[in-house]
């Protein structure tokens, strides 16, 4: 499965970015979709994610509210609505996806990564 993740840039707080994650594969097989962001000097952090249906979604806690996760299965693609940026948000994010249902905030659980997408966030 490849992943590939699109729509970062700079964005001034306050204002939104979609991003948007493309798959190679049919994403009905991937049970998981789910966004990460790494800033700099930090970790690989959970954002958001998805399951199959769309049915069940989860939100880090700093996003809750702000960000809203979507998925197009006919299309093979995945977005990150991201509204009242903060300059906290800017990180490179990445969209993963995995097989199974459990440990869906852990980044370790996730079988396969797409290349990032650089958003900036200028205060």
């Known amino acids: 499965v490849q992943l590939q993740a699109s729509g970062g840039g700079l964005v001034q707080a306050g204002g939104s970015l979609r991003l948007s994650c493309a798959a190679s594969?049919?994403?009905?097989?991937?049970?998981?979709m789910a966004w990460f962001r790494r800033a700099p000097g930090k970790e690989r952090e959970f954002v958001s994610a998805?399951?199959?249906?769309?049915?069940?979604?989860f939100y880090a806690d700093s996003v809750k509210g702000r960000f809203t996760i979507s998925r197009d299965n006919a299309n093979n693609m995945m977005y990150l609505q991201m509204n009242s940026l903060k300059p906290e948000d800017a990180a490179v994010y990445y969209c993963?996806?995995?097989?199974?249902?459990?440990?869906?905030?852990?980044?370790?659980?996730?079988?396969?990564w797409g290349q990032g997408t650089l958003v900036t966030v200028s205060s």
């Open positions: 594969a049919r994403t009905f097989d991937y049970y998981v």
């Open positions: 998805i399951t199959w249906s769309g049915e069940s979604t």
């Open positions: 993963a996806c995995k097989p199974s249902s459990g440990q869906v905030r852990f980044v370790g659980a996730y079988a396969y």
